[in-house]
């Protein structure tokens, strides 16, 4: 299956629309089992302008964090990658990042492309202080002590943190959010192009959570950042993304602008994901979720992966695999039906403030359509 993608801000279109700066080529993440082999990425294939905020999205166990891990070749042993992930710098040749030596891609890390990932308290050492942690950051890289540290007081103060107290800390001396956020601005220390983001913000209550979405709109824009948001939360995303990918049984099964995907949804896994997600403003909103649960990674379905728990599939989604198709402009899907999706899976009436996980059946998949 495979996707090409396009830029999203009708304002900065033209500009950003040839100025791929990562390009994910059949990329696939397996890990062997006695069972037999696991394949929790499948022929992924994605394109990131230059600039952008891409948010990633799907319920647990979909792939994303895979994909995500895929584009730093971060995945971890004995899981397997192949494919293609390209890197366009802003000045020097394509590098496939999948084919660098250990060092090589240890010089990539943190100064080209910077990873946040969900639990910031396992990303530092409880027994160095977070200043240890930019100073050492900065002398592996080679970097100037007095002006990185200069410039990681003035992230803290970006995102809201006082830098004399946050560097003089230890990790479990700060909160949940001041600790997420004090490693946002590590990962931007060295000053990269792309940070990608998993889950960033999962651990957070809802009000730190929204604060730190504003905060990072704020850096993409002070930074010229281009940044690929994964998370399992559709709404807390879409106030920053410029485009949306969903992401089903390891693969991309829908990518289009934000407005595009929310608005007028072409895969009936996103529209029913759409409407397993509760609005806290509607009481009387009828929350649906999904029937069945998500695909065995040993066990793929034939076809459309989507096809046993799909209330349009046909003989057509058991047996063929559907490609992706421009629907319209910025917006494509894989998926044979997806103008009846659009007709036969009505959206439930959603109000501005609808944020929450979506609905699962307590097994980790969602309940009952």
């Not at 889950?199 to 929204?210: N, S, V």
């Not at 010229?224 to 559709?234: A, G, K, P, R």
Request: proline share 6%.
């Amino acid at each position: 299956m495979a996707a090409e993608t396009h830029s999203t801000n009708p304002a900065t279109m033209d500009t950003r629309q040839n100025d791929v700066i990562i390009e994910v080529r059949d990329a696939n993440v397996s890990f062997s089992m006695d069972r037999g082999e696991s394949r929790v990425l499948r022929d992924a294939n994605l394109t990131v302008q230059r600039g952008e905020v891409l948010g990633v999205v799907g319920e647990s166990g979909s792939g994303k964090s895979m994909l995500a891990s895929a584009m730093l070749n971060a995945v971890v042993h004995p899981g397997q990658v192949d494919g293609e992930v390209i890197y366009h710098p802003q000045n020097g040749d394509p590098v496939d990042i999948l084919s660098l030596s250990d060092k090589e891609l240890a010089k990539l890390r943190w100064n080209e492309i910077s990873f946040v990932i969900q639990a910031a308290q396992s990303a530092f050492n409880p027994t160095m202080t977070v200043g240890a942690h930019f100073e050492e950051t900065l002398r592996a890289h080679g970097e100037d002590r007095d002006a990185g540290m200069a410039h990681a007081r003035e992230l803290l103060s970006d995102l809201y943190l006082e830098p004399d107290r946050v560097l003089g800390s230890h990790p479990h001396e700060l909160s949940g959010g001041m600790k997420q956020r004090a490693l946002i601005a590590l990962s931007l220390v060295l000053k990269p192009e792309v940070l990608v983001m998993d889950e960033p913000t999962a651990a957070l209550d809802l009000l730190m959570q929204r604060s730190i979405i504003g905060m990072l709109e704020d850096l993409q824009e002070k930074y010229d950042l281009t940044m690929v948001f994964v998370t399992h939360d559709m709404p807390l995303v879409t106030d920053l993304a410029d485009r949306i990918g969903v992401m089903y049984a390891f693969e991309m099964i829908e990518i289009g602008s934000t407005d595009n995907v929310l608005d007028n949804p072409s895969h009936p896994y996103t529209r029913a994901l759409l409407n397993a997600v509760p609005n806290i403003s509607d009481r009387d909103m009828e929350i649906r979720g999904i029937e069945g649960r998500s695909p065995d990674p040993v066990n793929i379905p034939k076809g459309c992966t989507f096809n046993p728990r799909c209330p349009l599939a046909t003989k057509e989604c058991e047996v063929n695999d559907p490609d992706f198709r421009d629907i319209e402009n910025d917006h494509e899907v894989a998926c044979f039906h997806w103008e009846r999706a659009r007709e036969d899976i009505p959206l439930v009436a959603r109000g501005d403030d609808s944020h929450s996980e979506p609905s699962t059946d307590g097994n980790g998949s969602f309940g009952g359509l």
